[in-house]
T-cell receptor, first 115, second 113 residues
Framework: DAGVTQSPTHLIKTRGQQVTLRCSPKSGHDTVSWYQQALGQGPQFIFQYYEEEERQRGNFPDRFSGHQFPNYSSELNVNALLLGDSALYLC??????????????FGPGTRLTVL | GENVEQHPSTLSVQEGDSAVIKCTYSDSASNYFPWYKQELGKRPQLIIDIRSNVGEKKDQRIAVTLNKTAKHFSLHITETQPEDSAVYFCAARIIQGAQKLVFGQGTRLTINP
């Protein structure tokens, strides 16, 4: 039973560039949430996807966008990168079906460094 | 607003002693409270969770208590071991909309041998 996977593991970009991060949810999960974790801080909710639509967004600008594919995998896109976007980006998945647990499982994260 | 406060930010205890981490939340409609352990460079790992219809839950050396009236929940680790050293995060699930998790700021727990 595969857990949540993310790619790439590490990424270095320069200011102004664009980046795409990828997430595959745990087997049986249909809902993907993205979180940003700055150094020394708790994860901050970016947005959540299910049924291929963005369902809720946290306090992040429109430079952050996403997508969910029919196989439930998801991408996070960040445009016009700023130094402050440097962080660990975590993907978490859960199942929305009736009777499923509330547990969200996190992927290993993508460490983004913006120079 | 949606907010989770976590204390202390750092905690150092002797091996074998107990550790307690406390969190308060602002949204009275929150109904699910997980605790995650995050080791350096690793993903957050769920260690225990509690739902709002339960006051206490225990799993071996780890227990969580919830006081809905005070909007307060705590993590208790007994008989601490060196491998318990990590950063611990509490979270509260906001049930409006997509049921996102709001995390506390984290507690760096160090177990001294």
């Amino acid at each position: 039973d595969a857990g949540v996977t993310q790619s790439p593991t590490h990424l270095i970009k320069t200011r102004g560039q664009q980046v795409t991060l990828r997430c595959s949810p745990k087997s049986g999960h249909d809902t993907v949430s993205w979180y940003q974790q700055a150094l020394g801080q708790g994860p901050q909710f970016i947005f959540q996807y299910y049924e291929e639509e963005e369902r809720q967004r946290g306090n992040f600008p429109d430079r952050f966008s996403g997508h969910q594919f029919p196989n439930y995998s998801s991408e996070l896109n960040v445009n016009a990168l700023l130094l402050g976007d440097s962080a660990l980006y975590l993907c978490a998945s859960r199942a929305r079906i009736r009777g499923a647990t509330d547990t969200q499982y996190f992927g290993p994260g993508t460490r983004l460094t913006v120079l | 607003g949606e907010n989770v406060e976590q204390h202390p930010s750092t905690l150092s205890v002797q091996e074998g002693d107990s550790a307690v981490i406390k969190c308060t939340y602002s949204d009275s409609a929150s109904n699910y409270f997980p605790w995650y352990k995050q080791e350096l460079g690793k993903r957050p790992q769920l260690i225990i969770d509690i739902r709002s219809n339960v006051g206490e839950k225990k799993d071996q050396r780890i227990a969580v208590t919830l006081n809905k009236t005070a909007k307060h929940f705590s993590l208790h680790i007994t008989e601490t071991q060196p491998e318990d050293s990590a950063v611990y995060f509490c979270a509260a699930r906001i049930i409006q909309g997509a049921q996102k998790l709001v995390f506390g700021q984290g507690t760096r727990l160090t177990i001294n041998p």
